[in-house]
């Protein structure tokens, strides 16, 4: 557990979501303002379903049928394409008692270059007792001069399981296009029984320009693309050793991972993010027991 006076005088737990971005003095007809609240709850014989279903703005959730008894997997659309400056994502999905189910992400998510307003995402995730959270949605590349906000809240039970994903691509690689000039601000709090049990920030290209923070070796040390994931439930440290001898076998990525007091985390860092991607798939396959990835990441 991380008492809260770790928390920076920034963060906004319990706060509005979107209300900085709504000050932001952007008008609301050239924003996109997209919601999305997702609730999954038991059905009569055990098997989880998704009940609560609110979509608004750009984004859409579209679930493909699966077989009998297999956990739900919701697909997340933006239909605007990407993200510019002064766009609000906000994004609320909820595990009820003894749910297991997935939510990924149709393609990578784009956020594009701003003159000024920041693309805000403001995630908050919760599951109850028992229940079983898969997050794992598809990269996010950041266009040169993107500036993005992201706040994502984790609340669990203390016997709820999360498995949890993020990564995310620094400029377009293809076009030889770097995030040389962007900011971006990536927070991540996740409380566990009411306390809270994981605190990340990653900040960049504020005092320092985002491509120098990433090209600095104590830093990014010429990073193209990173990811992370959280896995948490108290059995998890029997995967620790597992895991680190399939980082050790990963080709062109540096890769790690550490465990402590139930919270199992993955680190990866690359200069192509292809290898960060399939770094991710192998060690999401893992720990998900073998079960493959949603169908869109093989797409």
């Known amino acids: 557990m991380i008492p809260d006076a770790v928390l920076d005088e920034a ?5 509005p979501v979107g209300k900085a971005a709504r000050d932001a003095g952007v008008p609301a007809w050239l924003r996109n303002q997209g919601k999305l609240h997702l609730r999954f709850a038991r059905a009569e014989g055990g098997d989880t379903r998704l009940v609560g279903r609110g979509e608004g703005g750009c984004l859409r959730v579209r679930v493909p049928r699966g077989g009998r008894g297999d956990p739900p997997e919701a697909i997340v659309v933006n239909t605007s394409g990407g993200l510019c400056g002064g766009d609000v994502l906000e994004q609320v999905v909820e595990w009820g008692n003894g749910t297991q189910g997935l939510v990924t992400t149709q393609a990578a998510e784009k956020v594009y270059g701003s003159q000024g307003h920041e693309t805000r995402i403001e995630t908050r995730i919760s599951a ?100 992370m994931i959280l896995v948490v439930h108290d059995e998890c440290a029997a995967q620790l050793a597992p895991l680190r001898e399939l980082l050790a076998t990963l080709n062109g990525a540096h890769a790690s991972a550490s465990f402590w007091r139930g919270l199992l985390s993955v680190r990866l860092l690359a200069r192509d ?6 770094g991710m798939a192998r060690a999401l396959e893992y720990l998900m027991g073998g079960a493959a990835l949603p169908r869109v990441w093989r797409c």
């Open 11 to 15: 963060d906004v737990a319990g706060a």
């Open 273 to 278: 993010p292809e290898r960060v991607r399939t």
């Open 128 to 227: 109850a007792g028992g229940a079983r959270a898969h997050w794992l949605p598809q990269e996010t590349i950041l266009f040169d001069k993107a500036r993005l906000h992201r706040d994502t809240h984790i609340d669990l039970a203390s016997d709820a399981r999360l498995l949890w994903a993020e990564s995310l691509v620094f400029g377009r690689v293809a076009r030889g296009e770097r995030f040389a000039t962007g900011t971006l601000r990536d927070r991540v709090r996740i409380r566990r029984g009411g306390k809270l049990w994981h605190a990340d920030v990653l900040d960049l290209g504020r005092g320092l320009s985002s491509g120098a923070a990433l090209a600095a070796p104590a830093l990014g040390n010429g990073a193209q693309a990173s990811g």
